[in-house]
T-cell receptor, first 113, second 114 residues
Framework: GDSVTQMEGPVTLSEEAFLTINCTYT??????LFWYVQYPGEGLQLLLK?????DKGSNKGFEATYRKETTSFHLEKGSVQVSDSAVYFC????????????FGRGTSLIVHP | DVKVTQSSRYLVKRTGEKVFLECVQD?????MFWYRQDPGLGLRLIYF???????EKGDIPEGYSVSREKKERFSLILESASTNQTSMYLC?????????????FGPGTRLLVL
């Protein structure tokens, strides 16, 4: 079945550092890929998505590129801020059927001033 | 803006009580979901619904039931709460059409069962 593997956290960085959160997946066919963010005390928000190979999703300075050859969708940001501290979830949805995404376990990011 | 609201942010219940968690969305979405979120386990799907009165079991339906009598409302019911159901519960709704996929989450209900 489908699965998503994320690097374990927490990831702890200083402000303005470069961020990478790794995400790899297993799925049949060509899934759509997503990153969600959960700020403290809130629900999940869609951060970015990519629906086909080599697509790059981007939002709020975050980017992720759909790499079919390595089955990866790593999240990156060039310069993190304290306000980026949150839990980040990678997810996929296989084509066809109802929209039921498969989520990774989440990676906590802590950014220090 | 899409809004998914949940009836309570925090709940404290006793073992054996019947618990109702309510979720309402205002964008006429067909699909609605209930997840629970636990440290180290991520999100696990309990139930989902793709239409009024339709429901499907997710990965961990045991000990839960759901009700969807109206399109905008999806209720999660714990028939007899147990301490291992202490968790964060997240409701979501989704729309898919014209090549667009969108899923929206509520703020969550943190349930403590004593």
């Amino acid at each position: 079945g489908d699965s998503v593997t994320q690097m374990e956290g927490p990831v702890t960085l200083s402000e303005e550092a470069f961020l990478t959160i790794n995400c790899t997946y297993t799925a049949t066919g060509y899934p759509s890929l997503f990153w969600y963010v959960q700020y403290p005390g809130e629900g999940l928000q869609l951060l970015l998505k990519a629906t086909k190979a080599d697509d790059k999703g981007s939002n709020k300075g975050f980017e992720a590129t759909y790499r079919k050859e390595t089955t990866s969708f790593h999240l990156e940001k060039g310069s993190v801020q304290v306000s980026d501290s949150a839990v980040y979830f990678c997810a996929l949805r296989s084509p066809g059927g109802s929209y039921i995404p498969t989520f990774g376990r989440g990676t906590s990011l802590i950014v220090h001033p | 803006d899409v809004k998914v609201t949940q009836s309570s942010r925090y709940l404290v219940k006793r073992t054996g009580e019947k618990v109702f968690l309510e979720c309402v969305q205002d964008m006429d979405h067909e699909n609605m979901f209930w997840y629970r979120q636990d440290p180290g386990l991520g999100l696990r799907l309990i139930y989902f619904s793709y239409d009024v009165k339709m429901k499907e079991k997710g990965d961990i339906p045991e000990g839960y039931s759901v009700s969807r009598e109206k399109k905008e409302r999806f209720s999660l019911i714990l028939e007899s709460a147990s301490t291992n159901q202490t968790s964060m519960y997240l409701c979501a709704s989704s729309f898919e059409g014209s090549g667009r996929i969108s899923q929206y989450f509520g703020p969550g209900t943190r349930l403590l069962v004593l």
